[in-house]
C-alpha cells in the first residue's frame, strides 16, 4: 500500500480516507500529499520528486524553499511575530513593504498601498475603495462595478459578485446587485472574429454601450486580470487594455486591475498592466508578492484614488475596512526578501524567456495530439485547451474526466500540472530553468501520448 494510503488512514479512524473538506478533494481521488520542496521541485509522500509546474498555485515565483525568505522570517519572528498596521498602529516591515511597492510602482503613481492576507481580500479592499472613492468625491451613486466573462477574482461575496465564470458563482446567488460582465477578447472563442484589432474593437464596443446604457453616473470601477488566470489562460489581443483605459477614462470610471496572478513578474512584465503599457487606478496584488511562504495581500492605490481619500479624511472619510492580519509584520518581511529576488534576478525577464521556450515546446504537441485545440500564454502563465473537435474548437467536457487524467498522466510522468475545466493551467516558479522547462513539455508530450494510446 503506498504511503499515502497509510498516512491517510492513520489521521482518520472513521472515513475511509481523510478528514479534510473541499469540493476538489474527494474520497474517490485522494490528495497528493506534498511533504519537501526545493526551488522548482516538490517531494511527495510517497518519494516522488516532481518539477513544480504549477508553482504552489501560481505564487511560488522565487522558488521553494529560499534561504533568504526564510532567513527574513525567522528574523522577524524573533523581533516581533505580530502586530496590526491598521487602527493607529504599524511594524517596519508593513511600512517597509509598502515604501517599496510604490517605488516599484512609481510609474503607475502607486502612493499608497492596504494590506490583506490574500487575493480576494485585496480585491475587496479595491472593490470597496472605489464605491468609497466616489463617496468622497461627491458622487454616491457611481456603485456598479464592470467585469469580464471568464474573469477570476476570488471567493468573497463582492469577488464572487464580479467574477466571470458562473460555475464559482452559481451556488451562492444571489450575489452584489450592479455588476455585469462582458465578453472576454479572448480570440480563440468569441462571437465576433479571430482578428484580434476587430475582436479588440468589438469587446470595447460592447463596454461603451453598458456603460452608456447603465449611465455613466452609477459606475464606480472595471475590474480585469490583465491575462485571465483561472478562467483557462486566456490572453487579450495587444491592444485591448490601452483602449480599455480610453473607454473608461472617456466616462470616469476606475480601472481596478487585478494583478493577483500577474503580479511582480509572472507575465513576463513586473506587472501585468504594464505589459500592456496601461496604468490602473489600482491593483490587486497577493500570490507572488510572498511567493506563499506567508499568505499576504495588497491593494494599491493611484494618486488619484489615494488623494480622495486624504481629501476626504473625516469621521466619514476613514475607511472602515481593515483585516487583523492588515501589514502582518511576518508576510511583509517574507514579501520584502521576495521582491528584491524578484528584482535581483530578473524575474519578469526570465519569466518571459522560460515562458517563450514552454510554448514553443508545446506547440508541436498542440499541432498533433487530437484533443488540444490550442496552446497560448503570456510570460509563464501558459494553457494548453483540451477539444472535444479541433474544427469547433468545442471545449471537451470536464465531465468526461480526460483532462483530468491527462494531467494525473503528467504527474506520473514527473511534473505538476493543473487541470481547470478543459484547460491544463501551467504557472511554474519564475527562477526555472531550460531543464525544468523540458521536463514540463516532455511530461505532457508522454502524458498526450499515453491517452492517445
Ligand atoms: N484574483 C485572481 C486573479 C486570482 O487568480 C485569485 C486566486 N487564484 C484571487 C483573486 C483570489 O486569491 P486568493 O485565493 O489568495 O484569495
Redesign the pocket.
Known amino acids: 500500500m503506498p504511503d499515502r494510503d497509510n498516512y491517510l488512514r492513520a489521521h482518520n479512524t472513521r472515513h475511509q480516507f481523510h478528514p479534510m473538506i473541499h469540493p476538489m478533494i474527494s474520497a474517490d481521488a485522494p490528495p497528493q500529499i506534498i511533504t519537501g520542496s526545493e526551488g522548482c521541485y516538490v517531494t511527495d509522500i510517497d518519494g516522488n520528486r516532481l518539477v513544480d509546474g504549477l508553482g504552489g498555485?501560481?505564487n511560488v515565483n522565487v522558488g521553494h524553499n529560499r534561504a533568504e525568505v526564510k532567513q527574513a522570517i525567522v528574523e522577524q519572528m524573533d523581533r516581533i511575530s505580530y502586530y496590526s498596521s491598521f487602527a493607529g498602529t504599524a511594524t517596519p516591515p508593513s511600512i517597509e513593504l509598502s515604501a517599496k511597492i510604490c517605488e516599484m510602482a512609481a510609474e503607475e503613481e502607486i502612493t499608497k498601498v492596504m494590506f490583506s492576507a490574500?487575493?480576494?481580500?485585496?480585491?475587496e479592499t479595491a472593490l470597496k475603495l472605489a464605491r468609497q472613492y466616489w463617496q468622497l468625491e461627491g458622487k454616491p451613486t457611481r456603485t456598479k462595478f464592470l467585469s469580464l466573462k471568464q474573469?477570476?477574482?476570488?471567493?468573497?461575496f463582492g469577488?464572487l459578485s464580479v467574477n466571470g465564470a458562473p460555475y464559482y458563482r452559481n451556488a451562492y446567488e444571489p450575489l452584489l446587485g450592479g455588476c455585469f460582465q462582458v465578453d472576454s477578447p479572448w480570440t480563440y472563442r468569441n462571437p465576433y472574429s479571430e482578428d484580434p484589432e476587430e475582436l479588440a474593437d468589438a469587446v470595447i464596443t460592447q463596454i461603451d454601450r453598458l456603460i452608456q446604457a447603465q449611465g455613466p453616473e452609477t459606475v464606480a470601477a472595471f475590474i480585469a486580470?490583465p491575462v485571465?488566470?483561472?478562467g483557462g489562460v486566456i490572453v487579450p489581443p495587444e491592444s485591448f487594455w490601452p483602449k480599455l483605459r480610453e473607454v473608461l477614462d472617456r466616462y470616469e470610471v476606475l480601472l481596478i486591475a487585478?494583478?493577483?496572478?500577474?503580479g511582480f513578474g509572472r507575465s513576463g512584465a513586473l506587472f501585468g498592466a504594464r505589459g500592456w503599457g496601461v496604468k490602473p487606478d489600482m491593483m490587486?496584488f497577493?500570490?507572488g508578492i510572498s511567493s506563499g511562504y506567508v499568505?499576504l495581500?495588497a491593494t494599491a492605490l493611484n494618486k488619484r484614488v489615494a488623494d480622495a481619500w486624504y481629501r476626504g479624511f473625516s469621521p466619514e472619510g476613514i475607511i472602515m475596512h481593515g483585516y487583523t492580519s492588515t501589514g502582518h509584520p511576518v508576510g511583509c518581511a517574507a514579501a520584502l526578501a521576495c521582491l528584491d529576488i524578484v528584482e535581483r534576478e530578473d524575474l519578469p525577464g526570465n519569466a518571459a524567456k522560460m515562458g517563450k521556450r514552454l510554448l514553443d515546446g508545446l506547440t508541436p504537441l498542440a499541432e498533433s495530439c487530437s484533443i488540444i485545440g490550442e496552446v497560448r500564454g503570456k510570460g509563464l502563465m501558459v494553457g494548453l485547451d483540451f477539444v472535444s473537435d479541433k474544427k469547433s474548437r468545442t471545449p471537451m467536457d470536464p465531465g468526461k474526466g480526460i483532462v483530468e487524467r491527462i494531467a494525473s498522466f503528467a504527474r506520473e510522468e514527473g511534473a505538476i500540472v493543473r487541470p481547470a475545466g478543459s484547460v491544463i493551467i501551467l504557472s511554474p516558479p519564475l527562477v526555472i530553468e531550460e531543464p525544468e522547462i523540458d521536463i514540463i513539455v516532455e511530461a505532457l508530450t508522454r502524458a498526450c501520448a499515453r491517452y492517445d494510446a
Not at 487585478?258 to 500577474?262: P, S
Open positions: 498555485l501560481w490574500n487575493g480576494s481580500d485585496a480585491v474573469g477570476y477574482h476570488g471567493v468573497h469577488g486580470e485571465q488566470g483561472a487585478d494583478e493577483v496572478v500577474t490587486c497577493a500570490k499568505p495581500g
